[in-house]
């Protein structure tokens, strides 16, 4: 294994660094030095572009534009971040859809409203499938997803997340999954029948967040999901559950599990993001950790200056000044007006956001477990993408960042998708043991 030699910007002064030595050597005082360091940088990309074709590049996680719906997140342009046309862009192979809902009442009517979203995300990607412009494929097995790429092909694989949409069915999964569904994850925000969630629901009528822990990590209900989803050779996910509850996946699943979308506690302190000790037994499962081009998951929560900044950008508007996530309640905003302005606010306070500091976090997660366990998962699509990693037509970059920052091609071909697919198969494997 070979991880990253030194951060991409000591790289940077280092070239700089030698260009100057050759340029001030040279007897004639010519410009051989600038010359030697923009063929350098010309091979570098040249040798990027190469590796960024060859190997699979797959994201582990976006959520569904439903055709016709008005969206907050998607591109400038209006369409998904990861459609067809973006993906064949920027070299991406695959992604995983995520048949996904938010919050919402734990009644027959919720779970209702719940499945018919989730029945209209469905359709939507099936529509996408079925479009032959699109070249893309709905793979259902990593054998599946290789073959789609040999073939110049977009693999679009079914996520889940949030067992709302199962109401308190355990055997709706089947449904899922004889839709096509391959990946699994229990919560969003807010606990519900299955599991708790890493972040507690604010109840609006109450002004409050509902209780820490209602499970105190999986109920009855989510171990009988768990060893469900083992027993059809699907790949379970723990992004989004409470730390309890992701102990407790661990413990239960016989298969790796994977995170889809989620960043490193210990550079940003926020919820949701998985602490060392959550990173540790992942890999000990021979899971992988997506990190996800999402700035609210990559700001130094560490700065008391931007922590001063956003707390008093929260009180403006009347959200409560404490806070996980610097975006978090501005769905409780009543008026648009005053929403759109205190989002613009908080973007503006944490800025475009970095390739680099996206991959600050892969560094950390192959320096503490190994470059097996780490991958990309971006949740494109609900309000992920940063400078230079804003959609699929620019997943590029990060291949060259990745290479400027020392990982070999084979470092790179696992954290693009080598790892992911390794999951998948031990996954499908332990279906076939059981």
Known sequence: MRVARRP???????????TFCLASCTSDGGDTGATAATSDASDLQQRAREIHDRVLVLDAHADIEIPGQPSRYAGADGLSKVAPEKMKAGGMDAVVMAVAVGPGPRTPEGYAAARETADQELAAVQQL???????????????AVEAAHAEGQRALLLGFQNALILG????????LYADGVRVFALTHMGHNDFADSSRPLFVGETGSYEPEAEHGGLSDLGRAAIRKLNELGVVVDVSQLSKPATLEVLELSRAPVIASHSNVKALCDVRRNLSDEELDLIAENGGVVHVAAFRGYLFDSNDEKLDSDIRAARREVGLPEDYDYPFELYWELDDPEVQQSYIGAISNLLGPGSVDAMLDHVDYIVQR????????????????GIEGFDDASESFNVTLALLERGYSEEDIAKIWGGNFLRVMRAAEAAATAN
């Open 168 to 175: 308190k069915d355990v055997d709706g999964i089947d449904s």
């Open 369 to 384: 477990v190994g470059v097996d366990h780490v991958g990309i998962g971006n949740d494109f699509n609900h309000g992920s």
């Open 8 to 18: 991409k910007r000591l790289t940077t002064l280092l070239l700089a660094g030698a």
């Open 129 to 143: 499938v079925g479009d032959a412009s699109n070249e893309a494929v709905l793979a259902l097995t990593a054998d």
